[in-house]
């Protein structure tokens, strides 16, 4: 199959590669002519701009094949408006990325073409193995790009069409929020592990569990794998954790649906936490001793 | 290596089997004629008693080595003290079972023989492909009775000494604790699933993420056995939620070591909340919004 694939940062680099292996021809174009040309040493035919792929792709008569892995947000759309007046009812576009779902239904609308929103999961550790691909729209489209599919999932197994618009985007935006909570239940077990009455190898901790226990996964892994690069202090690794939007649209649509997810917000909460210098509502709560315990208020020595 | 296996429930039949398929002599005993029966029919060599298993291991020159496989608590003791006059400071003693470490210490401490806490995870569900086993106690026990870890465990990976004594089931506990708040993260996001905006195969979702996503594991593997012979609505799968011993033991430990484990507690106190019959604090605030508002107050249609 001929695919176009707009958007060459690390993500679609290994898009590429895939689909190379895999035996497809790929056109490759992004705004870094240096990404493009990074591509083109891959195998696959270099494109000038998103006009170009358009026009490299239209000696296939079933319609074009177009995967964008453009970040999430505003470049979606602007990558759409350049595409859209050489699209039609033929084409396919897949939307690869960390899109909210709610814009994946609106774009599906606004588009002539088949749009696929396809929530892809496994990171930039996932090039060889394949990742999980969690896709939402026609179904006619998938069955098209089933062989694109196979070919940068783990295989067969490694994605299916979840529903119509927006369910790929949706179930993704979960997974999403279950790996916030995973994280941070490892993250507890391991602190009261560093902090607790033993002098624990915490490696070996991890690959014990990981070999026959119950907990065992690849976050586990990667658990090992930190321990065992870092010590099992974690050295000089930083306590302030980023990211944040997928849990946060997993805890709005929660709300919106009122579902409890307790563990999914309380792994969010922590992880802005990480990101205060000093919390307001401990500053208050040390006053507060003071106001009814005449307790010392603990101050900052600047004097802040 | 000859094993004295006393204890023959699930569990202890798959710790005889494994150790008899690693070529190993075992010499079993369960208060059940029935289990022992059993194991006998496996291959291991029967014994009518606790003293009748130390008598039938008495030939083997370097110490007798037993593994119990007993219900925690007091059923440990009980075997112990039947042993106790048959061991001297050349045997091993490994309970395999689910014990709380300050048991296990204590236990270490009165006994004459050397024993090691063994904290054994995976279930029956790992009888084919071995456990996950976390150990405490002497160096030199634990280097002694390494052919019988290899057997049932995974393997050589599979086992670890984890520290001193009670280090292993102290290690099995966070396990556990961990385990609870995986389970309620899942729990969280397949709800979210079931009760939002898309009509989903939960079963496809729990496999697309297994091959490939972040979040893959062993759980979420046994979410999708339960969601394919359950049907995406689980059937008539009940919400209450039995066990909490040693998430409650993790939850106490936290509190000691004034570790905060908020996922960890609110896991615990989700499996609590599903065995109760009517929150006395919902049915509070029902009065109280009646209180403030004159919101009128929800009754049971039975006057309880």
């Known amino acids: ?11 679609g680099q290994i898009v590429v590669d895939r689909c190379l292996n895999a035996g497809h021809d790929v056109v490759a174009f992004d705004l870094s002519a240096e990404a493009t040309a990074t591509a083109a040493t891959a195998g696959a035919t270099p494109a000038e701009s998103v006009e170009d792929v358009c026009d490299r ?9 177009l995967w964008l892995m453009v970040p999430a947000g505003d470049p979606v759309d602007a990558t759409l408006a350049d595409l859209e007046p050489h699209l039609d009812a033929d084409d396919v576009v897949v939307d690869g990325g960390n899109s909210r779902f709610h814009g994946s239904v609106r774009r599906a609308e606004a588009t002539d073409a088949a749009y696929l929103d396809c929530g ?16 939402g729209g026609p179904e006619w489209a998938y069955e098209e790009l089933t062989p694109v599919f196979d070919a940068i999932a783990t295989g067969p197994d490694g994605h299916d069409r979840m529903g119509p618009s927006g369910a790929g985007h949706y179930v993704k935006m979960v997974h999403n929020g279950v ?37 065992r996964s690849w976050l586990l892994e990667l658990c090992a794998e930190a321990f065992r690069e870092e010590g099992s202090d ?3 690794v930083a306590d302030h954790v980023a990211g944040g939007s997928t849990g946060t649209w997993t805890v709005e649509e929660a709300l ?14 922590e992880r802005f936490d990480s990101r205060n210098e000093g919390r307001f509502s401990r500053r208050l709560a040390n006053r507060l001793r003071y106001g009814f315990g005449r307790h010392e208020v603990a101050r900052d020595s600047d004097g802040e």
Chains 1, 2 share one sequence.
């Open 1 to 11: 199959m001929q695919l176009g694939v707009i958007g060459l940062g690390r993500m």
């Open 57 to 65: 792709l239209d000696g296939s008569e079933a319609g074009k094949r």
């Open 120 to 135: 892809t999961s496994g990171g930039p550790a996932s090039a060889e193995a394949g990742f999980s691909l969690m896709i």
């Open 179 to 215: 790996e916030y909570a995973l994280m941070q239940a490892y993250g507890e077990g391991f602190e009261l592990l560093a902090e607790g009455r033993y002098d624990l190898d915490l490696e070996s901790v991890a690959r014990t569990w990981n070999n026959g226990a119950v907990i």
């Open 234 to 236: 974690l050295g000089d």
């Open 256 to 269: 919106e649906q009122e579902v409890p997810v307790p563990l999914i917000y309380g792994a969010l909460a």
